[in-house]
């Protein structure tokens, strides 16, 4: 399987969607996490499978997953955690394989912003740790 990960920041204008697709499917990606500015939570379906969950108030933040659709029967479940973290868990022949995405805050934003934002990756990961 190849994983990417990318910054796409808007799909909201025309053809981007398909644009995007298309340079996964150039690149032989199966399953690409992405940040993505976003208002709503939903799935988009088509060559590749793109599931989205909803950013802030504020049309900013957002992340998602786009899946190729060959390998979308392998998706046990996708969960968006906040605007800023989400995670997608795909049953492997041997084990569970779980992709956690997440749109860290940039340097310039509040150590209080930063500070909530690692606490909340902490219980994430506490979570998947303890299911080991």
């Given amino acids: ?41 939903g799935t988009v379906r088509g060559d590749y499978n793109f599931f989205f969950g909803k950013g802030n108030e504020n049309h900013q933040l957002g992340t998602g997953s786009f899946v190729q659709h060959r390998i979308v029967s392998a ?28 749109h860290a805050p940039s340097e310039e934003k509040s150590d209080d912003s930063k500070e909530s934002f690692y606490k909340e990756l902490e219980q994430v990961l506490t979570i998947f740790l303890s299911t080991i």
């Fill in 1 to 41: 399987m190849r994983f990417g990960t990318w910054n796409v920041r808007s799909l909201y204008r025309a053809g981007s969607f398909t644009a995007a697709a298309r340079e996964l499917a150039r690149y032989k990606l199966h399953l690409v996490g992405v940040q993505v500015r976003w208002d709503r939570k």
């Fill in 75 to 102: 998706v046990k479940k996708v969960e968006f955690v906040s605007d800023r973290v989400s995670y997608i868990i795909l049953k492997g022949h041997w084990c569970s394989i779980i992709v956690l995405n997440v």
